[in-house]
T-cell receptor
Framework: DTEVTQTPKHLVMGMTNKKSLKCEQH?????MYWYKQKAKKPPELMFV???????INESVPSRFSPECPNSSLLNLHLHALQPEDSALYLC????????????FGPGTRLTVT | SQKIEQNSEALNIQEGKTATLTCNYT??????LQWYRQDPGRGPVFLLL?????KEKRKERLKVTFDTTLKQSLFHITASQPADSATYLC???????????FGKGTKLSVIP
């Protein structure tokens, strides 16, 4: 299995809702990432988990809460989001030998109404 | 602060020609430079990685160069095809760092 999967593909949520994005990989990768991408912009790093521990939080607002239940799964819990949080949310993973190539999932298109 | 510039937002090229994309960086000494392809609404796909001690790397029709003196990487696609049309992102990265910062990308259109 050489892919990163993300669910759901699309999500529409109100500002008072709580929802979660899910990411899964079975490549034995031990680093996993969340990125946010707005239209016509490059992906921007949000969080990095290394060996299931949060190692980087790029000053992301607390309405985004990451979780890494095990080495294959990564969640992003969403609560009280703002319309400007609407974006493509990408999950990625990379091999355990260090920072080399990253493998991205197809993304979740999030719309906050 | 670190700056990454891909100096063409868009590049149009005739099918069969060689496309050359440029990535320049400043205030930075990356150990690696990576290139990704992204299609609309999809996640980026890793293409090539070149290390600071490598001058050139090839994979099929793709070639990447890395000039640490000029602080520049060039990405070439030879015998370009319409299927190569996509946005190409460069990403310098430091040794031992999980942080990957992307350039703004170059949208390549290969015209039949």
């Amino acid at each position: 299995d050489t892919e990163v999967t993300q669910t759901p593909k699309h999500l529409v949520m109100g500002m008072t809702n709580k929802k979660s994005l899910k990411c899964e990989q079975h490549m034995g990768h031990r680093a996993m990432y969340w990125y946010k991408q707005k239209a016509k912009k490059p992906p921007e790093l949000m969080f990095v988990y290394s060996y299931e521990k949060l190692s980087i939080n790029e000053s992301v607002p607390s309405r985004f809460s990451p979780e890494c239940p095990n080495s294959s799964l990564l969640n992003l819990h969403l609560h009280a989001l703002q319309p400007e949080d609407s974006a493509l949310y990408l999950c990625a993973s990379s091999p355990p030998r260090g920072v080399l190539e990253q493998y991205f999932g197809p993304g979740t298109r999030l719309t906050v109404t | 602060s670190q700056k990454i510039e891909q100096n063409s937002e868009a590049l149009n090229i005739q099918e069969g020609k060689t496309a050359t994309l440029t990535c320049n960086y400043t205030n930075y000494s990356p150990a690696y430079l990576q290139w990704y392809r992204q299609d609309p609404g999809r996640g980026p796909v890793f293409l090539l990685l070149i290390r600071e001690n490598e001058k050139e790397k090839r994979k099929e029709r793709l070639k990447v160069t890395f000039d640490t003196t000029l602080k520049q990487s060039l990405f070439h696609i030879t015998a370009s095809q319409p299927a190569d049309s996509a946005t190409y992102l460069c990403a310098p990265s430091g040794a031992g760092s999980y942080q990957l910062t992307f350039g703004k990308g170059t949208k390549l259109s290969v015209i039949p």
